[in-house]
């Protein structure tokens, strides 16, 4: 058995008890099982939640649930064309699907946005469907899944649809607040990096994808144009350490031409008073938002992580990234890893940015909490950028309290010490991730599955 000792073992239980079956045949993973709260939509199976599942599968070598997951989750991609505002454009992919019976026959009901809170579309769910695709392909050596008709075309709906010019000047994707992990109002409306990294690692990999044949030319070509572009505006303008703070500290404001140093026109006077004492002499990391006359200056673990795991970040930010992380290991880390974005917003500027969101409270959920589920990532940095130390760390912090606080959804607190006030226990993509990160630790090799070598465009 893989996983064996105890606590594994109970994580694995879970996992397996979290099993969503539809005709007979493992299909998904539900988000959580926490009978003692409200369902709402915890009884699905969401693309982006089961992504640390199928990984945990595909390590297990119990392939077959991953291989149902990507075929029934491709039969449920919108095709149609947007005639109507109301509905998904071609090529997105649901947020969650749920099995329903009616006479008798089971059915799959896909959620798009119809159902969820504040009614936003999934943007990041269609990427992170690109990269399970290639995680599958990596752990079972099935080239030929991928390489059918009706996944090459899926393959191009998400690109054509991501790629598509929408009244932007950036090789950024432009989305609305709420449209991926952070669901709710939090002000990452815009050019977040979270969907810039899932952007980059999903051309990557359908770079891997896609046959070289004629109908697949065009979307190759605009790909690897792109990257490109893509690459270099992420790395050169997202980038803050000291140096980088510094200049746009001595920005000259309302810059007119090609040659100005100022291109986005951010005010010196938008640097908050916390990053100057907070960011070290050898640190840095990826702003969290970039658009005209806006940084967002707030770190957000789970696009930092990524960029490092997919080499959007070069290796020289990425080493950064690392000492930001364990120098200021208690305000992104704390008592369990870890915290989804640093600081929380708060006071007046919580009410209007949040919307006095009650969910979002200073250092609870979105807005500060702390998330074991993103430990599965602060491990893949940490092995890809040789800071195993970290890592060990890290796993030492959640495995002591993931079981007995009976694995929580999120944490709260400035320091991650409190169970979410809100959080489901038994929490799928929680106990999941605990399975990756250790595996991850015992074996650097399943890097693979999700991680890109550097390169450069």
């Known amino acids: ?86 509905k998904p454009g071609p090529g997105l992919m649901p947020a969650s699907f749920k099995v329903e019976t009616k006479d ?95 952007f980059y690692a999903a051309l990557r990999a359908a770079i891997e994808l896609l046959l070289p044949e004629k109908s697949n030319q065009p979307c190759l070509k605009d790909i690897n144009r792109r990257l490109e572009t893509l690459t270099y505006h992420v790395r050169e303008y997202y980038w803050l350490d000291l140096q980088r703070l510094n200049e746009i500290y001595r920005f000259k404001e309302d810059e007119f031409g090609h040659e100005v140093a100022n291109r986005f026109n951010i005010y010196p006077g938008s640097i908050p008073s916390w990053l100057t004492e907070w960011l070290p002499e050898n640190g840095g990391y990826l702003a969290g938002n970039l658009g005209p006359g806006r940084m967002d200056f707030r770190f957000f673990a789970l696009g930092n992580l990524l960029a490092i795991v997919t080499s959007l970040a070069s290796e020289y930010e990425s080493q950064c990234i690392m000492n930001l992380i364990e120098q200021r290991w208690q305000d992104l880390v704390g008592n369990m890893p870890m915290k989804i974005c640093f600081p929380a917003l708060e006071g007046q500027e919580w009410q209007i940015v949040t919307g006095a969101d009650l969910k979002n409270i200073p250092w609870s959920y979105h807005n500060g909490g702390n998330w074991p589920v993103l430990l599965w990532l602060l491990v893949a940095a940490a092995q890809k950028t040789g800071r195993t130390e970290l890592a060990d760390k890290a796993l030492e912090l959640a495995q002591h309290r993931l079981a007995q606080d009976g694995w929580p959804e999120y944490y709260d607190g400035k320091n991650g010490r409190l169970i979410g006030k809100e959080a489901r226990k038994n929490q799928t993509w929680t106990f999941a991730g605990l399975l990756v990160a250790q595996q991850l630790i015992a074996n650097p090799d399943y890097l693979k599955l999700i991680s890109f070598d550097c390169q450069s465009y």
């Open 1 to 86: 058995m893989l996983f064996k000792n105890d606590l594994c073992q109970d994580a694995w239980q879970q996992l397996k008890n979290s099993i969503v079956y539809y005709q007979g045949r493992p299909i998904g993973t539900v988000a959580a099982q926490d009978s003692s709260m409200e369902e709402l939509n915890y009884d699905q199976c969401f693309i982006r939640d089961f992504v640390p599942s199928a990984l945990a599968f595909l390590i297990a070598g119990d392939t077959e649930i991953v291989h149902n997951f990507l075929q029934e989750t491709l039969t449920l991609q919108s095709h149609e064309p947007q005639m109507d505002s109301f």
């Open 104 to 198: 008798g026959q089971e059915y799959l009901t896909a959620d798009f946005g119809e159902s969820a809170i504040a009614r936003v579309p999934p943007v990041d769910s269609c990427l992170w469907w690109i990269l399970l695709l290639r995680a599958y392909v990596k752990a079972t050596g099935d080239v030929s899944l991928a390489q059918q008709s009706d996944f090459q075309e899926g393959i191009r709906l998400i690109l054509e649809m991501c790629l598509a010019h929408r009244f932007a000047m950036y090789p950024t994707m432009l989305v609305p607040d709420g449209a991926f992990m952070i669901d709710r109002r939090l002000g990452v409306y815009e050019h977040p990096l979270e969907i810039q990294v899932l």
